[in-house]
């Protein structure tokens, strides 16, 4: 991987509590060990490895929380993706509505740039800036 310049990621919700509330094992066990496992793993062997965090009812509230499990994890290479509730789509239990959505953002951003360590890239805000 790290010779075909390959860049592993893998999808982590935050801290246990919030990952393991809606990614789960078939027997309903918490997926979380086994993917920061993994994380981890592949940050070692290949150097790097990104994180994909869906943000829905379990943990927007709590950015703070997760932000600070960001850093101590030493994600460096992160992206977001809101479960929001989409046009002519029936309502989930997880759906954020579209003022919840935008203040997500909007406080994500702000936790982002207030934190200014130029080795945390979230894709979203720093794809955002290359267009500006």
């Known amino acids: 991987m790290k010779d075909l ?6 999808s982590l919700d935050g801290p246990a509590k919030f ?4 990614r789960f094992f ?5 997926s979380y060990e086994a993917a ?16 994909l965090t ?12 997760l932000f ?4 101590d994890n030493e994600i460096f290479n992160l992206d977001f ?3 929001a509730k989409q046009r002519n789509q029936p309502d989930s239990k997880l759906s954020l509505s579209s003022e919840e959505a935008s203040n997500v953002l909007i406080r994500l951003f702000n936790l982002w740039f207030e ?6 890239n979230v894709r979203i805000f720093s794809d955002a800036i290359k267009g500006v």
């Open 26 to 30: 078939p027997c309903g066990r918490g």
């Open 115 to 120: 934190h200014d360590d130029d080795r945390i």
């Open 5 to 10: 310049n390959i860049k592993p990621s893998t």
């Open 36 to 51: 920061i496992n993994g994380f981890k793993m592949m940050k070692e062997v290949v150097g790097y490895c990104g994180v």
């Open 68 to 71: 600070e499990w960001v850093i």
């Open 19 to 22: 990952h393991n509330a809606n």
């Open 81 to 83: 993706q809101l479960c």
């Open 54 to 65: 869906v943000l829905n009812k379990t943990n927007f509230q709590h950015l703070e929380e």
